[in-house]
Structures are given as C-alpha cells and as structure tokens.
T-cell receptor, first 116, second 113 residues
Framework: DTGVSQDPRHKITKRGQNVTFRCDPI?????LYWYRQTLGQGPEFLTY????????KSRLLSDRFSAERPKGSFSTLEIQRTEQGDSAMYLC??????????????FGSGTRLTVV | SQKIEQNSEALNIQEGKTATLTCNYT??????LQWYRQDPGRGPVFLLL?????KEKRKERLKVTFDTTLKQSLFHITASQPADSATYLC????????????FGTGTQLKVEL
C-alpha cells in the first residue's frame, strides 16, 4: 500500500461543466475525508465517511457538491455546474478510527482544479 | 467566533537555529492538536499529535507544547536545516467531531544557509 492516491492530479474545466475526482485511501483505514484548500489558506473540511456512511458534511458545502464511498473503499467527489470560485486544491485523507486520539491523517497529493 | 491563528508572515531563520512556530486558538475546546508539514503542490504530512492532558511531546528534532490555559501550541524545530523549509499547519480535533481536523492557515518557514 503506497498511501492515499488521488486522480487526476490536475483538472482544467470550463465553467458550467461537471467534474469528478477519485480518492483511494489506505486500505486499512475506515475513515475518509475530503478537504479543499485555496492559496495561502489551510485545508477546509468538506465531508467525511466512516466506511460507506457519510457522517458529516460541511454547512458551507453547496448542493452542487456530492461525495460517495459506495463500498467503503474508494471515494468520489463530484462538482456539478462548476464555478470559478470552485478553483482550488481538493485533498483526500484517510485515518483509522480505532486509534486512541485518532492519530494523524494520511493525505493524498490532491487534485488541482482550475475552472476557466 | 472560532479561530485558529498562525503567523501569516513567513519565518526566516539561519541553518542550525531553532525555529518556533505559534498556533493560537479561540472558542475551541480541543481534545488534541496536530502539526503537519506541507510542501508546495503536495498534501500535508502528519508530524506530531499532542493531547489536551499533555504539556509537551518530542520526536527527534521536533518539540510541541500545548497550553490549554493560554489556548496556544508552540512547535519547535531544533538544529534547523534548509530541508525543513515548508509550510507548517496546526490543526485541532474536538471530542465527538469524528476526528475531523480544523486547520489554521499555516506558517511558511524558510531556513537559510
């Protein structure tokens, strides 16, 4: 297992198009998180899954965003009708819930989205 | 309102010196606090975790302190090296929040020869 994988690394799309990103977490990790990061800011929480259940979604998250983790393994994040303000780095992370104190997250390298 | 503040200005230090980065938080009761390193174009990398009942944690050249009265954590890198140059993020976890991390904005550290 080589860590958390995200695909694609870069995505350029026209405003109004739909995009989908994929995340493959560390196989033993049952928790999966999506974050968004813009330049000069820390990562901002979007949503998280424990196994296949989506347990929390940020109140800031527009209805245009949806995430799935159908079999408790990989996850997808879809953005519909993209806007220029969606341009950011989208980060996926995974962790194991049975660690006391949670332990650290393992992040992927992210997907850089540019909406033109 | 809830805030996690880190020095927004970059910190420049000379090789071999100790770098000290600050993380202050407001209106949070964290169960624990984590520090991450982030290089340009990459995801954050976990460095250290410290719990609310711990005062200090060390790992090799890294040291973290946690003062829940001052609502502050300090992150130290001793004998700094140019390879330590990166952005350092602190993040809080609140009990019952599913281990969801809330991040500060990060401090950029540059270690010069």
């Amino acid at each position: 297992d080589t860590g958390v994988s995200q695909d694609p690394r870069h995505k350029i799309t026209k405003r109004g198009q739909n995009v989908t990103f994929r995340c493959d977490p560390i196989s033993e990790h049952n928790r999966l998180y999506w974050y968004r990061q813009t330049l000069g800011q820390g990562p901002e929480f979007l949503t998280y899954f424990q196994n296949e259940a989506q347990l929390e979604k940020s109140r800031l998250l527009s209805d245009r965003f949806s995430a799935e983790r159908p079999k408790g393994s990989f996850s997808t994040l879809e953005i519909q009708r993209t806007e220029q303000g969606d341009s950011a780095m989208y980060l996926c992370a995974s962790s194991q819930s049975n660690l006391r104190g949670g332990g650290g997250y393992t992040f992927g390298s992210g997907t850089r989205l540019t909406v033109v | 309102s809830q805030k996690i503040e880190q020095n927004s200005e970059a910190l420049n230090i000379q090789e071999g010196k100790t770098a000290t980065l600050t993380c202050n938080y407001t209106n949070y009761s964290p169960a624990y606090l984590q520090w991450y390193r982030q290089d340009p174009g990459r995801g954050p990398v976990f460095l250290l975790l410290i719990r609310e009942n711990e005062k200090e944690k060390r790992k090799e050249r890294l040291k973290v302190t946690f003062d829940t009265t001052l609502k502050q954590s300090l992150f130290h890198i001793t004998a700094s090296q140019p390879a330590d140059s990166a952005t350092y993020l602190c993040a809080l976890v609140v009990t019952g929040g599913g281990n969801k991390l809330t991040f500060g904005t990060g401090t950029q550290l540059k270690v010069e020869l």
